[in-house]
């Protein structure tokens, strides 16, 4: 008799399989080759509709669940690598040429330290600041908000000297250079003057600005 589960021949009095031990002489089972060897086949699925898909087209709107925040990332300006970021450019009515136009650059103004504030002779007022390196109209801009912050009446002068960070305030400007003077002349005309030099003042691309303004009738010196 041959096992019908694992194909053992054994014989005719054998109840058990010799082999796979299953019983074998009380029931009659079907000889292994005409068992049915069907494959199991899962159930047909069926494709998902169109625009199903996350993101396709129409897909209806989604609301995210609780907890949940759905964005778009926004894709973010930089510099190649190596390379650095470009500074802003200019605002208009730059170079001034009115004082109006200079107080109103003073608001784009960086932050600024004061490394030393020393009197010298001729009545002038000196006042070294630092601040970072940056282009001629936030030198102008930033030199004039100093001048407005420490400037004294008594003074006939006040200059003020930008310095780089990691600067040796010992050596001659690096980041522009204001200087103010009360009671400048002009002819037979008392009036204000303001002459302002970017970078070093002698390079290529520094600018030198001059503005002047004339002094009121009731404070002029007799």
């Known amino acids: 008799m041959r096992c019908p589960y694992c194909g053992q021949v054994n014989t005719d009095a054998t109840r058990y399989c010799l082999r796979c031990g299953r019983a074998i002489g009380t029931v009659q089972q079907p000889p292994l080759s005409t068992l049915s060897m069907r494959p199991q086949i899962a159930p047909a699925v069926p494709p998902p509709p ?7 087209r ?9 907890g949940i925040v759905e964005a778009t990332a926004q894709p973010v300006a930089t510099a190649p690598p190596g390379e650095p970021v470009a500074a802003p450019g200019p605002p208009a009515g730059f170079p001034p040429k009115t ?3 200079l107080q109103e650059l003073a608001t784009a103004a960086l932050a600024y330290t004061v490394g030393s504030s020393k009197r010298e002779a001729g009545n002038k007022k000196v006042v070294d600041i630092i601040y970072p390196s940056c282009p001629a ?3 102008v801009a930033t030199l004039y908000k100093a001048l407005s912050e ?6 006939d002068s006040v200059v003020i000297r930008g310095f780089r960070e990691e600067s040796d305030l010992s050596l001659a400007f690096n980041n522009g250079r ?3 003077d009360r009671r400048a002349r002009l002819g037979g005309q008392l009036i204000r003057r303001y002459l302002i030099e970017t970078h070093r003042g002698f390079e290529v691309d520094s600018l030198r600005i001059v503005l002047t303004e004339e002094w009121p009738a009731e404070q002029r010196r007799t």
């Open 137 to 139: 109209w936030q030198q």
């Open 178 to 180: 204001l200087t103010f």
């Open 150 to 155: 420490h400037d004294e009446e008594p003074y």
């Open 99 to 101: 004082l109006t136009q």
């Open 50 to 56: 169109t625009g199903s898909r996350p993101g396709g």
């Open 58 to 66: 129409g897909q209806p709107a989604r609301l995210p669940g609780p």
